[in-house]
Structures are given as structure tokens and as C-alpha cells.
């Protein structure tokens, strides 16, 4: 079966510090991914999604990257983080019935 | 601008009553419909899954699909007080990587 990890569960960052947020599948090969943040109380945001390695598509601009360096590890980062980062990280994975599944999010403050 | 709206409520409902969900959305080219669960604090997690006008039941959930109205329900039947959190519907882009579209949530509240 397939299974989502995310990494850390919880993370409190200073304004202007980088960031590291990672995700990995298991029992799955070749995966479409994706990166999506939830605001407080608001819905889900695609930021980035990533059809195979180092391949890499961004649906809003902002001060965040994503890598895919291996076929099932995907990897947002910033180089400075703001206010407005602030939020509910969440990785999935799409099956090939479209279904997306996620994994059990980061949640990152930035003060 | 594609979009899919849902009624953010709170959707108040008595314990064993049928709690109904409702969602548009724009993209009249999508085909592929999701309803997800999240309760406070916790990832999404999905729960029904509806391809074709019409019907299509599991367990106490029941998803409709009316692809001419772009129109599409969640039914949940004899409502529990587990079932209190935000339903967030989710429609698939036409021609895209796999790409859905959220729509902000229902939050639910089952009171016993």
C-alpha cells in the first residue's frame, strides 16, 4: 500500500531564515506530486506539483521553490521566509483514478 | 478563473439526521469530482469519489453528480457526532497534470 511522509510535523521559524520541508511516498513509482498550503481557516492553495524528477511546475508566484531529486522525494524550500508563509503544509500524491491523497502536513509559523 | 464554491456554514445537524453538502463549480470541462473530510488540525482525507451523473453511494455517504448544472452533493446519512469537521470538495482541471481545485470547505456540526 501507499504511504505519505512529511517532515517535520511542526516547525517555528524566525522571519528571513530558510526553509526545508520534505516528503516521501512509498509503494508507488513515478508519482505526480504536489504542494499545497492551507491558510488559517482558508482552503488549499497548490503551490507547486511535479510530474517526474527535476521537473517542476509553479502555480503562484512567491518566495518558495520545490526540487524533486528523486522519483519519490519532493521538497519545498525558501531561502527567506515572511509573515505570510505561515501555514499548513501538506504533500500529496495522485493516483492514476486522479484520486490525490496527502500526507499528515507540516505545520509552519513564522514569527 | 476556475472555481468551485461551497457554503462555508457552520452546517448545524442534529446526531442521526442527514447532513447535505453542496458544491459548484465553473470548469465545465472537469470530469472528475472529490469530496475530502478534515477534521481540526489534520491533513485532508478522502471519502467519495464520483465520476458519472448520478448517484454513487458508500456507506453512509452519498456523492451526486450533475455534470449539466455543474452541480455536485455530499448526503450523509444518520449523522454522527465523529462526522463534525470541514468537507472540502475538489474538482479535477480539464486537461491538466492531474490538477484539482479545492473549494474552501463546509465545516459540519453534529450536535448530539
Known amino acids: 500500500s501507499q504511504t505519505i511522509h512529511q517532515w517535520p510535523a511542526t516547525l517555528v521559524q524566525p522571519v528571513g531564515s530558510p526553509l526545508s520541508l520534505e516528503c516521501t511516498v512509498e509503494g508507488t513509482s513515478n508519482p505526480n506530486l504536489y504542494w499545497y498550503r492551507q491558510a488559517a481557516g482558508r482552503g488549499l492553495q497548490l503551490l507547486f506539483y511535479s510530474v517526474g524528477i527535476g521537473q517542476i511546475s509553479s502555480e503562484v508566484p512567491q518566495n518558495l521553490s520545490a526540487s524533486r531529486p528523486q522519483d519519490r522525494q519532493f521538497i519545498l524550500s525558501s531561502k527567506k521566509l515572511l509573515l505570510s508563509d505561515s501555514g499548513f503544509y501538506l504533500c500529496?500524491?495522485?493516483?492514476?483514478?486522479?484520486?490525490?491523497?496527502f500526507g499528515p502536513g507540516t505545520r509552519l509559523t513564522v514569527l | 478563473q476556475k472555481e468551485v464554491e461551497q457554503n462555508s456554514g457552520p452546517l448545524s445537524v442534529p446526531e442521526g439526521a442527514i447532513a447535505s453538502l453542496n458544491c459548484t463549480y465553473s470548469d465545465r470541462g472537469s470530469q472528475s469530482f472529490f469530496w475530502y473530510r478534515q477534521y481540526s488540525g489534520k491533513s485532508p482525507e478522502l471519502i467519495m469519489f464520483i465520476y458519472s451523473n448520478g448517484d454513487k453511494e458508500d456507506g453512509r455517504f452519498t456523492a451526486q453528480l450533475n455534470k449539466a448544472s455543474q452541480y455536485v452533493s455530499l448526503l450523509i446519512r444518520d449523522s454522527q457526532p465523529s462526522d463534525s469537521a470541514t468537507y472540502l470538495c475538489a474538482v479535477n482541471e480539464a486537461d491538466s497534470w492531474g490538477k484539482l481545485q479545492f473549494g474552501a470547505g463546509t465545516q459540519v456540526v453534529v450536535t448530539p
Open positions: 500529496a500524491w495522485r493516483s492514476l483514478r486522479e484520486e490525490q491523497f
